[in-house]
């Protein structure tokens, strides 16, 4: 009797084994833990399928492992769908799948505004994921900077030399190309003098640090004045703060003539589950589904059901949220979206910042 449950119970292990292997998997690529993975585990459940999420730190990291290995969905920002879309490296979403969820029409009226502007080549190969703004996070508790900061309409505040301690974004693309902007040129000039200027401009200021995800933190804890952050930057130090139960003593401010940005969802050329890839998509473009994932990362979503049930009470189904001017600053056409100009450009540009840094 026990050599037959013995054999029961092998076989059935490898039937398990077998039915795991047979499962269809989907390989996702994302910046860091950018995505609600209880969402995650609904979707497979639902579809009997196994996400394999891959995080790394940047979108060009995307980029090069998708030169490499083959990935069915990537979450990637606006200039590195523009490269991909380019290059042939994800496909029309639209021509492949008809989504029950997504439709144009439900968008934020700025954010179809936005994306009719500055992405309309190719709107039709992404999914919007989440946008905000560049502007600079500054300490609330040092007298006359907030009134010095709003005066300019530009980012002009953090690219001036003064007593203030600043932190700058170690990152080529976002340092020069807001330069460019307080200069009045086009934040994705490929021009040399135009971008020597820019370089120059960084050179004439002394920054305290140069850093990324850390300067909120810095200004948080005082040893920063002021840095130039994303708005994501902001609104995840506002909720960790609102979690340690700790003091909010800054401010986010997105002046008139700035960068603003876009996330979106794709799906590569490579995917050999493109239906199930795009059904994904669909899964998180769903409103509760994206107030979820929205609450989740606290990031602003473009879809305006989804806004606004994350401004719902708790009892109505929401996530009772009361902080409409700092979490949602809309599009106006001064706003510029970064492009893919050519690998020179961007060659360049991290020429420029390291020069700039070694002055």
């Known amino acids: 009797m026990k050599k037959i449950l013995s054999i029961i119970l092998i076989f059935s292990i490898i039937m398990i084994l077998v039915a795991c292997s047979q499962e269809t998997k989907l390989y996702v690529l994302n910046v860091g833990d950018y995505i609600d993975r209880s ?11 196994k996400v394999i999420y891959t995080e790394v730190n940047s979108n060009e990291e995307i980029y090069q492992k998708l030169k490499n290995e083959a990935y069915d969905i990537c979450v990637v920002s606006d200039y590195m769908i523009d490269r991909m879309y380019q290059e ?42 989440f ?18 900061i709003t005066q300019f309409d530009t980012l002009e505040a953090i690219y001036t030399n003064n007593e203030y301690n600043k932190g700058m974004y170690n990152a ?10 307080v200069l009045g040129l086009d934040l994705n000039s490929d021009n040399e003098e135009d971008l020597e200027k820019a370089s120059n401009l960084i050179k004439s200021v002394t920054y305290r640090a140069w850093g990324d995800d850390n300067l909120k933190e810095m200004v948080h ?24 139960d700790d003091e909010i003593n800054f401010y986010y401010y997105a002046p008139e003539k700035t960068n ?52 719902l009470s708790e009892e109505d189904g929401g996530y009772d949220y009361d902080m409409e001017d700092e979490f949602f600053i809309p599009y106006n056409s001064e706003r510029k979206i970064f492009k893919y100009v050519s690998d020179k450009h961007y060659n ?12």
């Open 39 to 49: 969402l995650v585990q609904v979707f497979e459940e639902e579809n009997n399928c």
């Open 172 to 181: 080529p693309r976002d340092s020069i190309a807001m330069a460019l902007m």
């Open 260 to 311: 603003i940005w876009v996330d979106g969802m794709v799906v590569t050329s490579q995917s050999k589950n493109k239906e199930l890839a795009c059904k994904f998509l669909d899964f998180f473009t769903e409103e509760e589904n994206q107030a979820q994932n929205s609450d989740f990362i606290g990031y602003c979503p473009l879809n305006q059901l989804a806004y606004d049930i994350l401004f």
């Open 348 to 359: 360049m540009l991290n020429d420029l910042l390291e020069e700039s840094k070694s002055k």
């Open 131 to 148: 946008w905000g703004t560049m502007g600079i996070l500054y300490n609330t508790d040092v007298e006359g900077l907030e009134e010095y």
């Open 88 to 129: 042939g490296l994800i496909i029309n979403l639209f021509e492949e799948y008809e989504f029950e969820n997504y439709d144009f029409e439900d968008l934020l009226p700025n954010a179809k505004t936005f994306l009719n502007d500055q992405c309309s080549s190719y709107a039709d190969y992404f999914i919007p994921y």
């Open 221 to 244: 804890q005082g040893m920063l004045d002021m840095a130039l952050v994303y708005s994501g930057d902001y609104l995840d130090e506002y909720y960790q703060c609102e979690i340690d």
